[in-house]
């Protein structure tokens, strides 16, 4: 038998702690559906997508029973939608987005990850037609999300693409006014997508991989959050190595929890097992943020000095456990700083403590980037073309994956709280500082050049 | 030619025994196969299974341990393995399984969940309990060896609901869990693909 202390707190991780596996995602290939006939296209696309996904759930939650750990969410990647649809307009595009709504409804699965593009280094015309549906596809289906990668660090930052995102994260928002704005919060725009991310909004299913992939996005900011509550009861003046070690210890369990459970579902399903992805994702739930993290670790008020290097801590000790855990670690993996999706960062903004700056600051050494963020309405389209350009640049020019999540929220002002309920939280709208500062800039077309490969210092 | 015994000694604590008993062992001719001691409340307890020459009667095997430890106060029981009617279920697939049972003491739970799981003919291989004589924790930890065939789910829930009736958090988990947690080997070492069992 095991330790029993090894049982215990590994019971104690799932019973008070909040662990779970977040996500079950199954990344679909769906190149073999394209046609030139929209409706065998739809078929194709359901079919694949039905018979590929049909004992998901099923599966998650008999592997689920069995270890005695919850599958929060049940998700599917497919093909990015610009290489399927190259031969269909707008209202051919809406079409496949209905498909892929209907099919994720029919196989129990809440978001559907792939309505997407890469354009990193240029723009096909599928791909703008795509990036031109958003708005209406969208605010017209529930389930489906949607990414563009505009920048990599050999490609550079496409502006072109991003100055039409500007406007068309406005023109999403507003084309979902009565909730707020939500339908913005289903597109991520990306500089360096990973192709094997499970995590959405922003998961889509990249080229190099089998037909039909497993991955897992295991979470945990509350198991984090308790072991260095119990570290610090007994040494309240470790020093930050000693914090170190702890993420990475429990990390590293953490990561063998997904592990495990994303194994035998693969297995169970007959499928390739693909990657397990260690980000810390928070949810608007007590004890299950990154924010009071944070504040343990000594961070009171978060955007404070010290909070950017704390965060880097932590970050930094998430993958170094989960790499010892698994060699199959891949996705985002980090720390995600999800402003509405996290009571305590959220608490930060409205306190004034985090400003967006300071968040933009904080992402450099983090996963994904400004994520879940509020800004005003009234935002002008290259202002957000701006943020969106900061953010990839911080990506592009560090080799790592950025990405926004941004929602200029329709009708509410700065200061204003906006809340999308649920899971997706809610928060105070952050002010953008000169917010209209940068317009020559943001309105000028082109690419920003890759950056150097060497002489990196 | 020889003869196998299973010995048990029970002893308060203290330095020294198992060097009497490998001692009056060795006086016998007696050769260990396995052995194993646990040390619970002050008191010791070893379960060992060793070869003896075969004309030695096991009374005298007995009564020479006994003397051999008699400063330590050692009771000794013998097994003839031949005479016992052991149970073999060793072709039969099993899993190994864990439940664990934790919460504020209530008289009576090991007897009512052992009682169900005689019933389901399940076998524990393993078992530990304690009751925190201040606060009244208990908890209890069973490694569970479940033929194949028998339905988890079901089982899942009945033993989780016997818990719950009794205010107690009962969990059943399947055992690769613990390993995947703790072990630093590879989940795929731990974990083999080709032979999962009905859930």
Redesign the interface.
Known sequence: MPRIEDILSTLRMVRQENLDVRCITMGINLAGCSDSDIDKTCEKIHSTIITSAEHLSKTCEMVSDRYGIPVVNRRISVTPISRIADQHDTEGLLKIAKTMDRAAEEVGVDLIGGYSALVHGGMTESSKRLIDSLPLILSSTNRVCSSVNVATSRAGINMDAVKILGHKIKEIAEASRATHGFAAAKLVVFANAPEDNPFMAGAFMGEGSADRVIHVGVSGPGVVKQALERLLENRPDCSLDEIAEEIKSTAFRITRVGELMGREIAARLGVSFGIIDLSLAPTPKMGDSIGEILNLIGVSKIGAPGSTAALALLNDAVKKGGLFASSSVGGLSGAFVPVMEDAILADAVKEGHLTLDKLEAMTSVCSVGLDMVPIPGDTHPATITGLIADEMAIGVFNNKTTATRIIPVPGKKAGELVSFGGLFGESVILPVHSAEGSLPFSNRAGRIPAPLQSLRN | MSKRYVISLMAANRVGIMAAVTQALDDLGGDLLEVSQTVMQDYFTIILAADFPENLESDVIVDHISDSCKQYGVQVNLKNPEEESVQDDSSAQTDHY?L?V?GHDQKGIIRKISAKLSQERIDIT?L?ALRNEQDKAF?L?M?LSIPFNVE??KL?NELEKIGKLSGL?A??????????????R???I??D?EA?DN?
């Open positions: 864990f664990t934790t393993d530990y908890h930890i490694e988890k789910i899942k958090n969990t059943f988990q399947h055992g690769n869990i613990f390993e995947a947690t703790h072990d630093p590879p989940v795929r731990l974990f693909e999962l859930v």
